[in-house]
């Protein structure tokens, strides 16, 4: 029989950042301080658009965006944005979606597994996810409990337990 192990990934459902967009455009569509602003929001490909005519509202969509997003369950680890630039008349911002474990970061936990991790527990890269594996499925538990209670900066799932 083969040794226990288990994946961590970072993944984010799509249809559940289609969603969180579609709400922030409604609700921008609705609410009276975002009349005669020109805000809008939508998903293109990986990355969301955000505009307004100033830069205090594209902040504003912005937080309403990352509101959906928490009530839809996605974190906000995932999103990754930089300071609204000008084009024009507008404002725009552009927000990626983060998908998979980056190498560095990969590398980071790889390394934080076998500096603290408990002996015979050994991480694999492969491709944006790592694969753990060990002797004892307590020892796996171990790990899990020890990735959760660090910070990487990317939303962790662990799957494919067996």
Known sequence: MADPSFDIVSKVDTQEIDNAVNQTAKEIRTRFDFRDTGASAELSGEAIQLQANSEERVKAVLDVLQEKCVKRGISLKS???????????????????????????????????????PKGVQAQIQG?????????????????????????????QFVNYR
């Open 79 to 117: 999103l990754e944005y930089g300071e609204p630039r000008q084009s024009g008349k507008e404002y725009r911002l552009t927000v990626t979606v983060q998908q998979g474990i980056a190498d560095e970061k990969a590398k980071t936990i790889a390394k934080k597994i076998r500096a603290d991790g």
């Open 128 to 156: 944006d996810q790592l694969r753990v594996t060990g002797k004892k499925r307590d020892d796996l538990q171990r790990v899990i409990a020890l990735l959760k209670a660090e910070d990487f900066e990317v939303p962790l």
